[in-house]
C-alpha cells in the first residue's frame, strides 16, 4: 500500500505565506511526478504546480511569481511553498503522486487527505 500525507495547510492573511509538505510511504518503488492540486467549494480540482523526478516543473498561470514547488527524491517528499497569499488561493489542497508500487509495472495516482489553507483577514 501507498501512503500520501499532507501537512502544513492552515488561516493566514492575504499577503502571508505557508509552506504545504507532503510526504510518500509505503510499497512504491519509483516516484514520477508530484505535484499539488486544489479545490475550493464549487469548483472543479485543478492543478496548481507539478515537477517530474528530472526536477521539470509547470504551474498554473494563477500562482506562477508566488508559489514554488520542490521536491526530495531521496525522502520521497515534496514541498509547495506558497508566498504572497490571496483570498482566492483559499481552497483544500492535495498531493498527487504518479508512482510505481514494487512488484508492478504501471504508473499509478496517489491522493494525500487534503489539507485545508484559508485567506482571510
Known amino acids: 500500500q501507498v501512503q500520501v500525507v499532507e501537512s502544513g495547510g492552515g488561516l493566514v492573511q492575504p499577503g502571508g505565506s505557508l509552506r504545504l509538505s507532503c510526504a510518500v510511504s509505503?510499497?512504491?518503488?519509483?516516484?514520477?511526478?508530484m505535484g499539488w492540486y486544489r479545490q475550493a467549494p464549487g469548483k472543479r480540482r485543478e492543478l496548481v504546480a507539478r515537477?517530474?523526478?528530472?526536477?521539470?516543473?509547470n504551474y498554473a498561470d494563477s500562482v506562477k511569481g508566488r508559489f514554488t514547488i520542490s521536491r526530495d527524491n531521496a525522502k520521497k517528499t515534496v514541498a509547495l511553498q506558497m508566498n504572497t497569499l490571496k483570498p482566492e488561493d483559499t481552497a483544500v489542497y492535495y498531493c498527487?503522486?504518479?508512482?510505481?508500487?514494487?512488484?508492478?509495472?504501471?504508473?499509478?495516482?496517489?491522493w494525500g487527505q487534503g489539507t485545508q489553507v484559508t485567506v482571510s483577514s
Open positions: 509505503g510499497s512504491i518503488n519509483s516516484i514520477n511526478a
Open positions: 515537477i517530474t523526478s528530472g526536477g521539470t516543473t
Open positions: 498527487h503522486v504518479e508512482g510505481v508500487v514494487r512488484g508492478q509495472f504501471v504508473s499509478r495516482n496517489y
